[in-house]
């Protein structure tokens, strides 16, 4: 069973750093795809960004040139530092991990969530 375990959450300043991890267990197949996701209060769940095995990485708009994502394949291990945070990115952020398969398509694997709060 594949279990997704985030750390780093927590509340910062507005102009302040974080680091999410997230450790991905379980699988019998590497992940193509891993990611960060967040759900704010009353909206919808977003990507923020994502990266693949080969290292290709995307970004939402609103954090490109202040959120980094990485990951480390031999540990199954996805990051993301983020600087320069703003209360905007107050919200809940998950993990997310893909394995796409040939036939059957995507699956899709979430972590439990790790809350961001950026005061003002």
């Known amino acids: 069973q594949v279990q997704l375990v985030e750390s780093g959450g927590g509340l910062v300043q507005a102009g302040g750093s974080l680091r999410l991890s997230c450790v991905a267990s379980?699988?019998?197949?590497?992940?193509?795809?891993m990611g960060w996701y967040r759900q704010a209060p009353g909206k919808q769940r977003e990507l923020v960004a994502a990266i693949t095995s080969g290292g290709s990485t995307n970004y939402d708009d609103s954090v490109k040139g202040r959120f980094t994502i990485s990951r480390d394949n031999a540990k199954n291990t996805v990051y993301l530092q983020m600087n320069s945070l703003k209360p905007e990115d107050t919200a809940v952020y998950y993990c997310?991990?893909?394995?796409?398969?040939?036939?059957?398509?995507?699956?899709?694997?979430w972590g439990q969530g790790t809350q961001v709060t950026v005061s003002s």
């Open positions: 997310n991990a893909r394995i796409l398969w040939i036939v059957t398509g995507p699956s899709d694997y």
């Open positions: 379980g699988s019998s197949r590497s992940f193509n795809v």
